[in-house]
């Protein structure tokens, strides 16, 4: 069974706010079987804003997108309260 992990779109490689950037991204992750979690924009009153994604791969898919594409993913920050 595939062992499913959450990461995060990379701030320099993430894609930007418009459709053709956020298109080939969600059909790259949907197309290796990737699934979406949260959309971020950065700031929807201007075009070509950052966008972070947050998505659902197995390492296989990751390596898969990050070598086919120019979009990097990184792990979630995590919180630890002391």
Do not use: H, M
């Given at each position: 069974m595939k062992e499913y992990k959450w990461y995060h779109t990379d701030d320099y490689?993430?894609?930007?706010?418009?459709?053709?950037?956020?298109?080939?991204?969600?059909?790259?992750?949907?197309?290796?079987?990737?699934?979406?979690?949260?959309?971020?924009?950065?700031?929807i009153r201007h075009d070509r804003s950052l966008v972070l994604v947050s998505v659902q791969l197995t390492e296989e898919m990751k390596i898969d997108l990050e070598t086919r594409t120019r979009f990097r993913f990184r792990d979630p920050p995590k919180i630890v309260v002391s």
């Open positions: 490689a993430s894609p930007n706010l418009t459709k053709s950037s956020l298109g080939v991204f969600f059909y790259e992750v949907l197309k290796v079987g990737g699934k979406i979690g949260e959309i971020w924009p950065f700031n």
